[in-house]
């Protein structure tokens, strides 16, 4: 079987820190037999490549040196960098039209799956069109937020994509209960997946300060800021650090707020690092923490995968109750669960796993159990088959001991 997947961002190189759970998908989907071609824009005019043995088709769709409305950052972030930016969305539409139809002129597909159909929904139907394959589309929720709560205008576009899906996939029970209010059609829910090979064992530091650490890019929704205000508190009582792994716009602001509270020789902002690094963070780190709320836009977390790998890595994990986070985190079992903007609840929630060991390893072991059922990347590539219809020709399951 043959797949194409249109995605707004993918990988430009072998170090590229983009989606990487997309590339994990593609890879379990490729162990099942099943064959996936990648199509996104180009970046300043990165041409057709291979990741990992994965073909990336790219399409042109401006000059080179103006080429970047995605990967740098979020399309929505971008697009408040002025009025340039959202006339490009025009081009980056008729680019997209122009090159899905070249490439399926020359390729045929049997499955046109479409991730984040605001607007690339438009380019799986002119795909499937030409190929006549068969239509998947993946709401990953914060296109559907953008839609409703920025450019209502384009709503009747959200229920024209759902309608055209011959399936329609919803990476939480969040973002599927959304959609509905947009379109009643069937939907199944399918969450990002992780690739680990093991599961860690929960692993508390017994020695100098705990360590709280989040990972994610520092922009308005994932509540950074309430952290910052919650460790203030958690410094007058507890030896404690707090470390944010990822860098964004929100970055300034909240170095300058943890300096006006004094507590920046507390906080350490690392900035975007790569995999390697990522996993020596996760194992010097003592509870991971993900604050998130719904931001000015009214976005929130669609899922929090961050959480995932948290979890995967024998950490206790604190999180907000909002968007598809409640699919991972269930308070007192596999998390905490705290309200959104809170930061003294958010403080007492970092005390309570602090003091109290039995029940950090209670969540772990929970957490842990739950990524295994549900969010492993054999197990979703597994179910995007299923949603496929294909006949897969081998697995290679992926171990847990």
């Known amino acids: ?32 037999g099943i064959e996936v071609t990648v199509f996104a824009p180009s970046y ?25 409305l995605t990967h740098e950052e979020t399309t929505p972030d971008r697009l408040k960098r002025g009025l340039f930016y959202k006339g490009l969305v025009a081009f980056y539409v008729l680019g997209g039209m122009i090159g899905i139809m070249r490439l399926c002129a020359r390729e045929r597909y049997d499955i046109i799956h479409v991730h984040w159909p605001f607007p690339h929904a438009l380019f799986g139907y002119l795909g499937r069109w030409m190929c006549g394959g068969r239509l998947v589309c993946t709401f990953y929720g914060v296109e559907l937020q953008w839609v409703l709560n920025k450019m209502p205008a384009f709503r009747p576009f959200l229920k024209w994509a759902a309608r055209v899906s011959d399936e329609v996939v919803a990476i939480s029970s969040y973002t599927a209960a959304m959609l509905r209010n947009v379109e009643d059609v069937p939907i199944r829910v399918i969450p990002y997946g992780i690739s680990v090979r093991e599961l860690s064992p929960p692993v508390r530091r017994s020695s100098g300060p705990a360590t709280i650490l989040f990972v994610g890019r520092l922009v308005e929704r994932k509540g950074v800021a309430f952290l910052i205000d919650a460790f203030q508190n958690l410094c007058r009582s507890s030896d404690v650090r707090l470390v944010i792994v990822g860098d964004g716009p929100e970055r300034r602001a909240l170095e300058q707020r943890a300096r006006s509270r004094g507590i920046e020789g507390e906080v350490r902002f690392v900035g975007q690092v790569e995999a390697d690094r990522l996993k020596e963070w996760y194992r010097a780190s003592d509870i991971f923490v993900l604050p998130a709320v719904f931001d000015s836009k009214g976005d929130t977390e669609g899922l929090g995968v961050v959480l995932l790998e948290a979890l995967s890595h024998g950490k206790a994990v604190i999180a907000s109750r909002v968007g598809g986070i409640v699919d991972i985190v269930e308070d007192g079992k596999t998390g905490l669960l705290v309200e959104e903007k809170d930061a003294t609840a958010l403080a007492r929630a970092i005390e309570r796993l602090l003091s109290d060991h ?44």
């Open 358 to 401: 039995e029940l950090y390893r209670h969540i772990v072991e929970e957490g842990q159990k739950r990524v295994r059922e549900r969010f492993l990347i054999g197990a979703v590539a597994g179910r995007l088959a299923e949603t496929y219809g294909a006949r897969t020709t081998a697995r290679t399951p992926e171990s847990t001991d």
């Open 1 to 32: 079987m043959k797949v194409l997947f249109i995605v707004t961002a993918f990988q430009r190189h072998e170090k590229d820190v983009i989606t990487p759970w997309l590339l994990e998908t593609i890879k379990s989907l490729g162990d099942l």
């Open 44 to 68: 300043r005019g990165l041409a057709d490549h291979t990741i990992k043995g994965i073909p990336v088709k790219r399409f042109r769709y401006f000059f080179r040196r103006w080429e970047n």
